[in-house]
């Protein structure tokens, strides 16, 4: 299974984990700010050659057998230009922020893929009242 590929660490000392942050209660139906951000402790390379492609937001209700992908960010500049790599006048931070509206209390989950690395994942857990 993929999910054995899947990483996870303390993000104060490994660079790929992602960085959930949004409350850890919310009204049922509020919308929820969330941000999700890959080297907030240490940071991780941006260059053409290294760096964060893509992170993706589940969210699974408390009992729930399947997670829903609330959305996903894919960064897209990462230095490359006609001059050559990392020559280039545009890089994409690996920052998600996103708004969802939750009916219930459940776990959120952050997956992070660096192109050299692989994926790396953290999860978050909110209290919907
Ligand atoms: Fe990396």
């Keep these: 299974m ?3 590929f899947v990483k996870t660490a303390d993000f104060k000392s490994e660079k790929h984990v992602p960085v959930i942050e949004c409350a850890d209660r919310v009204a049922a139906g509020q919308a929820l700010g969330i941000t999700v951000t890959v080297g907030k402790e240490i940071a ?3 260059t053409t050659n290294h760096h964060i492609a893509w992170i993706a937001l589940h969210y699974v209700p408390a009992g729930a057998k399947t997670s829903i992908e609330i959305g996903r960010c894919e960064f897209s500049a990462h230095g490359a ?3 050559g790599a ?3 006048p545009a890089c994409t931070d690996s920052t998600l ?3 969802a509206k939750l009916a219930a209390s459940g776990t ?3 997956t992070a893929y660096c192109n050299i690395h692989g994926l790396w994942s ?3 857990a909110v209290t919907v009242a």
Excluded: F
């Design 86 to 88: 990392d020559k280039g």
């Design 122 to 124: 953290s999860e978050k």
């Design 2 to 4: 993929l999910s054995e």
């Design 108 to 110: 959120l989950y952050a």
């Design 97 to 99: 922020t996103i708004r």
């Design 81 to 83: 230009s006609v001059e």
């Design 44 to 46: 991780h390379p941006n």
